[in-house]
């Protein structure tokens, strides 16, 4: 893998915090630095299509995080952006199904959204106070 100047830095910035970034955020991030947006897009896919990055798409925004070890499935909260990792049996289901079909799987994702504890009780607090 080449790491050049832009992608070591929109690398650095995944390492350095464990969140769910869009373009933009990395954009703002990079403020400073000679790199354009169209760019930045650029690296993200890179690194997705490298498996260093996972991504999510919520509310039409495409967010992206550094995937870590083992393959995870995640809980994604829409309204703070948490990310939880969730244990999951489907594994196991999919190896069977996938050694029984001989299929060749190029990728997979699961990813369950919904809200956080916290945000969960502000939701409800919020539609009770404009129900």
């Keep these: 893998?080449?790491?050049t100047?832009?992608?070591k830095l929109v690398l650095d910035i995944f390492?350095?915090?464990n969140a769910l970034l869009c373009a933009e955020d990395i954009n703002k991030r990079l403020s400073g630095e000679a790199i354009d947006l169209s760019t930045i897009y650029r690296t993200l896919e890179y690194f997705t299509n490298?498996?260093?990055l996972g991504k999510?798409?919520?509310?039409k925004v495409t967010y992206y995080y550094l995937k870590e070890g083992d393959h995870h499935?995640?809980?994604?909260?829409?309204?703070?952006?948490?990310?939880l990792p969730i244990e999951c049996e489907i594994d196991?289901?999919?190896?069977?199904?996938?050694k029984q079909y001989k299929f060749e799987v190029t990728s997979h994702d699961l990813t369950i959204?919904?809200?956080c504890t916290d945000c969960a009780k502000n939701h409800k607090e919020h539609r009770k106070s404009h129900g």
């Design 113 to 115: 959204y919904g809200y």
């Design 73 to 83: 499935h995640y809980m994604i909260c829409t309204d703070c952006l948490v990310r």
């Design 92 to 98: 196991k289901m999919l190896r069977k199904n996938i």
């Design 56 to 59: 999510s798409t919520i509310d």
């Design 1 to 3: 893998m080449r790491l």
């Design 15 to 17: 390492q350095n915090d």
């Design 50 to 52: 490298k498996d260093i």
């Design 5 to 7: 100047h832009s992608r």
